[in-house]
């Protein structure tokens, strides 16, 4: 099972700055491993952000971003305590989702 | 379930008949599919087949649309990249790198009341032009920085 | 314990010696500071970079996993972390932990760095063979040993705590005083010691600034943000580590793992430090 992810929801005034670190390998399918040989592309490819309930963020994701990515985003009429639901797919079908409250 | 899932996603228009079925509870936000991979636009190795991928075209440069990268990236594995856009109605957010093997990056889809405001860590694999493209009404804008990078992001 | 170690290093010489028979000029001289201006921009801009870093730092992920396993029963023994290892501070006590070592523990008749001492627990406590850990110690873009995982795991307990090596211990002050003489040995083919790059003020090699161990300020330089999230490959690191890439760097064969002669430099250097508040788990290039 992949790693859990790190979120971080803190609603400052009326805006709700969310920041989410996800544990994942990225790899861009062309580095080649200490024995010569090409590690497989392996990657997240769809992320969504769902707040109270609501689906806010649709991402799609390729190679280019960084091995264990990090993304920050901004919710505006959330309150303390709604559920941040964050999930995600790479290209291997392999899924995550994890849950904070706004703070 | 599944069938209900999908005869709603072939015939609806909208949000509507979705947001109608999520409210009765026959369909949980996060079994609504997230938009499907857009391989032509990630596929394409240079900016102008990326951009066309995305639909985007040329797209008009926009002093609304603000870029936010480092001038010189101490890592080219992870640089940090922030696009906030200004320009009203902004639905989406792409970002791109002129020089990667594949210049898309990622691309952002707000709803909801999220700000057409996004962020992520990018690789890069040398010096570049950084560029971000965001739809705002059906009409695409656009916003650039080069980014010095003193170390490979691809494995130097 | 001292002579071993100095004895070692002249059998390193010796070797070294053969190598040097035709001296060369070293190939990573270390460069002398460029033009101030230029520098002074770069490394503001890169000190924005790293605070953006920090900042979700994927450390986190890594001390995540830490938790798991020093709470797991595991090993032969199958008993945890948390009920039978002592860091110094009382069984299973990390809070503080990682600033207050390296220190004597008299259960091993050793000064031990965290590293070392966590090893020590998973063997003695867990059943552990030290050689299976020995033979993967550090982490690679794919795999991440258990040790990392708890050395940063500890490391977070000292997060914001200021470093206090206990150098009034004599056993300590011993190891300190074997570790300042190590940093300042030379050896290997290009006649290196820690000191040639770590023991003057001002020297860089390439955008890195190579800091002065042997001042608190340079020392602090030298231990803040191990273990660190290397950028580079996206692997987790420790000081450990750190150390043997140094000896890597110099030409001198890679030192034991969790060795004597590595936890003596890491108390000169870490004691060097006493005072200077431990941030954490860190990024680094």
Redesign the interface.
Known sequence: MA??M?I?AQLKGD?TEI?V?M?H??E?G??K??AGAT?PAHFI???????G??????????????????????????KVGDKV?V?W?DNKGDKR?DEAAVA | MNTTRRTVLKGATASGVLAGLIAAGALRPTQVMAAEWNKAAFEAKDMAGALKGLGAGSPADSKDLILKAPDIAENGAVVPVDVVSNIPKTTSIAILVEKNPLPLCASFEFANGALAEASARLKMGQTSLVKAVAKADGKFYTAQKEVKVTVGGCGG | MKQNIIGALCALAVMGGAFAQAPKKPAAKPAAAPAAEAKDAATLEFEKFRAEMEDSNPAELFEAKGQELWKSKRGPKNVSLAETCDLGQGVGKIDGAYVKMPRYFADADAVMDAERRIVWCMVEKQGFKFDDIAKQPFANETFTPDITNLVTYVAGHSRNMKIAVPLNDPKVREAYETGKEIAAYRAGPYDFSCNTCHGVEGKRIRMQNLPNLSTPKGAMSGVQGWPGYRMTGGVMLTHQWRMGDCFRQQRFPQPKYASDAIAYLLTYMIGNANGQVYKGPGIKR
Request: hydrophobic content about 40%.
């Open positions: 790693d859990p790190k971080r805006v920041r670190l544990g390998p990225m861009t062309q580095r491993d200490a590690v490819q769809s992320m969504t952000v769902d707040v309930g609501k689906r806010v963020v649709d991402g799609q994701i390729a190679t280019a971003v960084s091995r264990n990515p990090v993304f920050g985003f901004k919710v505006k009429g959330a639901v999930s797919v989702t």
